[in-house]
């Protein structure tokens, strides 16, 4: 399933599907992803990370000073300000390369929406095929926000132009990990 997620999620445009087997991996990719970002501790330039299964047991503190702008704490003034939003998903559906989400939590949402860059992290094994399967996993009377996305921010309702990154991140990075695999 994961190719049919990869090719579907990347056919959204601006938008790239990166799998790693372990946790170790996709956060050395991560790192290199935002030194190569040239994320910084400056207003517009820096990262922020919402709460996520995957930072169980990681040191952010020695995490963020590896890299100068990366921030564990999410607020709206930060993440108005923030080049990349890092935020971990539940769900992925094959058929739209979509990603799916309770996103109750505030700073889910926020990480997610108002960043320039999304990296989105998804346990490679909570791929399903579509929204019908979905639903038997995740429900909407369990769950009081669930947010499905598919690629970057789009629209074309102004003199049917196309825009990318109007009403959220111009780029969507998906990360899947093996190791992700099995979270409740």
């Not at 935020?87 to 108002?114: F, K, P, Y």
């Not at 499905?148 to 109007?166: F, H, N, Q, W, Y």
Request: aromatic share 6%; hydrophobic share 45%.
């Amino acid at each position: 399933m994961f190719n049919q997620f990869k090719a579907a999620a990347e056919a959204a445009g601006n938008t790239e599907v990166q799998r790693f087997g372990t946790n170790a991996e996709a956060f050395n990719f991560i790192e290199g992803f935002l030194k190569k970002e040239e994320i910084k501790d400056t207003p517009g330039s820096y990262a922020i990370w919402a709460d996520a299964p995957i930072l169980k047991g990681v040191d952010t503190t020695a995490l963020a000073a590896k890299v100068p702008g990366l921030k564990f704490q999410v607020t709206r003034e930060l993440s108005k300000n923030a080049k990349i939003g890092i935020t971990q998903m539940e769900w992925g559906l094959a058929n739209m390369g979509t990603l799916a989400q309770d996103s109750s939590a505030v700073e889910q949402r926020l990480a997610s929406s108002l960043s320039w860059i999304h990296i989105a992290l998804l346990p490679s094994d909570r791929i399903v095929a579509d929204l019908p399967a979905l639903m038997t996993k995740m429900h909407p009377g369990k769950s009081n926000y669930i947010a499905l996305i598919t690629g970057p921010s789009k629209t074309a309702d102004i003199e049917r132009v196309l825009a990318i990154g109007v009403h959220g991140p111009e780029r969507l990075v998906i990360i899947c990990v093996d190791e992700l695999g099995g979270m409740n």
